[in-house]
């Protein structure tokens, strides 16, 4: 039996106790506030390295945990980058207006400090829904552009999900993500790009890497927004785990190893690009 068909929530708890014990990197950690928004980075471990910015999942209701220490802490590791990771406001207290007011002004003040070509927007779940949200709305608002996105089972449509493979999907609820999704929402049309980016304008965007497993709700949607982002020109690839479910990247299993691997050679990759780039501008 595959580990998909046994992964089942408890088995995330026992993720939480484990990786609370691993310490993110000798690199440390800082913390600080935009507008009362609390951001924890890392530097990257020189200025050739990209920096990641990680949008967490949690269907909006839930804030940062381990999980998403342990990924950032094994690509860091990996591949030299740096991190920035906002603790961005979440349900019941605040919706997707409030927290794309401060993460876009968050990557506003990352562009001050750091070219575009140099910093990668990625998430998972929520956080990955968010993501393409923000590249969007970067585009709109005719800001330089990040170098890469990284999407680990994105949340892209907060009225979607397919009911056929909730039997497999252990994880995710449909409607009570729809409930959760509309709260976020706030009044705003379920279709908005803000918090359905399947429906926004993805023309311009970055070259995207996105992972999805096909024991996930989400999975028609996800594959279905693969297809608009080529549609519109965007280089994109899509990481398909077969019978696995939600986030599997963040899995403590093999299946999971083996994509944060594919998430670091993507990092390194992209700043080897960088680099060339770079070289070659000089030269001239």
């Given at each position: 039996m595959k580990f998909a068909k046994i992964f089942l929530p408890c088995l995330l708890l026992a993720l939480v106790a484990i990786v609370s014990l691993v310490s993110v990197d000798k690199r440390p950690v800082k913390e600080y506030q935009i507008e009362g928004m609390h951001v924890y980075e890392m530097a990257a471990a020189d200025e050739t390295k990209p920096v990641i910015l990680y949008l967490h999942g949690g269907a909006y209701r839930q804030g940062i945990t381990p999980s998403h220490w342990k990924?950032?802490?094994?690509?860091?590791?990996?591949?030299?980058?740096?991190?920035?990771?906002?603790?961005?406001?979440?349900?019941?207290?605040?919706?997707?207006?409030?927290?794309?007011?401060?993460?876009?002004?968050?990557?506003?003040?990352?562009?001050?400090?750091?070219?575009?070509?140099?910093?990668?927007?990625?998430?998972?779940?929520?956080?990955?829904?968010?993501?393409?949200?923000?590249?969007?709305?970067?585009?709109?608002?005719?800001?330089?552009?990040?170098?890469?996105?990284?999407?680990?089972?994105?949340?892209?449509?907060?009225?979607?999900g397919d009911e056929s493979i909730a039997e497999y999907d252990n994880w995710l609820h449909i409607d009570e993500l729809h409930q959760f999704g509309l709260s976020w929402a706030n009044g705003m049309d379920a279709h908005d790009p803000m918090v359905s980016p399947l429906y926004g304008n993805m023309q311009g965007l970055p070259p995207t890497d996105i992972f999805v497993g096909t024991w996930e709700v989400f999975y028609p949607d996800i594959v279905n927004c693969g297809e608009k982002m080529k549609a519109a020109g965007v280089s994109v690839t899509l990481h398909v785990g077969e019978e696995l479910g939600h986030v599997f990247p963040l899995y403590p299993a093999p299946e999971g190893e083996e994509a944060r691997q594919t998430i670091a050679d993507i990092v390194k990759s992209s700043t080897e690009r960088t680099t060339a780039l770079t070289l070659t501008n000089a030269v001239q």
């Amino acid at each position: 039996m595959k580990f998909a068909k046994i992964f089942l929530p408890c088995l995330l708890l026992a993720l939480v106790a484990i990786v609370s014990l691993v310490s993110v990197d000798k690199r440390p950690v800082k913390e600080y506030q935009i507008e009362g928004m609390h951001v924890y980075e890392m530097a990257a471990a020189d200025e050739t390295k990209p920096v990641i910015l990680y949008l967490h999942g949690g269907a909006y209701r839930q804030g940062i945990t381990p999980s998403h220490w342990k990924i950032l802490s094994e690509i860091s590791k990996a591949t030299g980058c740096g991190f920035v990771m906002p603790d961005y406001p979440l349900l019941p207290e605040h919706t997707a207006l409030e927290a794309h007011t401060l993460v876009l002004k968050l990557y506003s003040e990352l562009l001050k400090r750091f070219p575009a070509s140099k910093i990668i927007i990625m998430g998972d779940s929520a956080g990955g829904g968010f993501s393409l949200a923000l590249a969007e709305e970067i585009l709109e608002q005719s800001l330089p552009s990040p170098k890469h996105l990284i999407l680990i089972s994105p949340w892209v449509d907060i009225t979607g999900g397919d009911e056929s493979i909730a039997e497999y999907d252990n994880w995710l609820h449909i409607d009570e993500l729809h409930q959760f999704g509309l709260s976020w929402a706030n009044g705003m049309d379920a279709h908005d790009p803000m918090v359905s980016p399947l429906y926004g304008n993805m023309q311009g965007l970055p070259p995207t890497d996105i992972f999805v497993g096909t024991w996930e709700v989400f999975y028609p949607d996800i594959v279905n927004c693969g297809e608009k982002m080529k549609a519109a020109g965007v280089s994109v690839t899509l990481h398909v785990g077969e019978e696995l479910g939600h986030v599997f990247p963040l899995y403590p299993a093999p299946e999971g190893e083996e994509a944060r691997q594919t998430i670091a050679d993507i990092v390194k990759s992209s700043t080897e690009r960088t680099t060339a780039l770079t070289l070659t501008n000089a030269v001239q």
